[in-house]
């Protein structure tokens, strides 16, 4: 039997396509909104109902990760589609942020046989303010100086994870920051 936490990510794999698809399609700002708030919303509740009923798996933290990742990377390809211009002036943060997510993924798979699944604070406060960037694009039609900071606090959190990677001896899940990570080293 399927979970909850298990519609819900896959309801947020499926949202992915449907965003990138829908703004090539040149729907407006406000059904990509929805979508993204959707999404948004569904991952905030797979984590807590997976909490409350006992459902939180290390398999099923992992495959959030991935969704989560992948639901990202479609809602910005679909920004850059909807507001033309939206990355030009961001290639510097945008460019790092890939360097390092791909360096650190490399890294742990090759550590860990995987990639980490930390779900850290700053991964939530990067959520927060990726949505909030993403929305104000979708919605205004112009670039928007929260994205830049958002792809800045990006590569603060892919380091923040690189250095955890690099402390944990073994794969392990829902570590909150690098200072859990000395403590569990």
């Known amino acids: 039997m399927v ?42 509740l ?10 939180a798996t290390p398999a099923l933290r992992y495959a959030d990760t991935i969704v989560d990742t992948v ?22 943060p945008l460019v790092a942020l890939v360097t390092v997510h791909v360096s650190r993924a490399t890294f ?16 939530k406060a990067l959520g927060l303010l990726l949505a909030a960037a993403l929305i104000y694009g979708f919605i205004t039609g112009v670039p928007n100086l929260l994205l830049s900071w958002a792809l800045w606090l990006g590569i603060v959190n ?14 392990q899940p829902d570590v909150p920051s690098l200072v859990h990570a000395l403590q569990r080293r």
């Open 3 to 44: 979970s909850a936490p298990q519609l819900l990510i896959l309801f947020r794999a499926a949202c992915a396509p449907a965003i990138f698809v829908l703004a090539c399609f040149g729907y407006s700002g406000t059904v990509l909104t929805e979508v993204l708030v959707a999404a948004f919303l569904s991952d905030v």
């Open 46 to 55: 797979d984590g807590e109902i997976a909490r409350r009923t006992g459902t």
């Open 71 to 92: 639901f990202y990377v479609a809602a910005a390809a679909a920004l850059a589609v909807a507001v033309p211009g939206a990355f030009d002036d961001l290639w510097l």
């Open 108 to 123: 742990e798979v090759t550590k860990y046989g995987r990639i980490a699944s930390y779900h850290m604070w700053s991964s």
């Open 158 to 171: 892919e380091l923040e994870g690189f250095a955890t990677s690099a402390i944990l001896p073994r794969w």
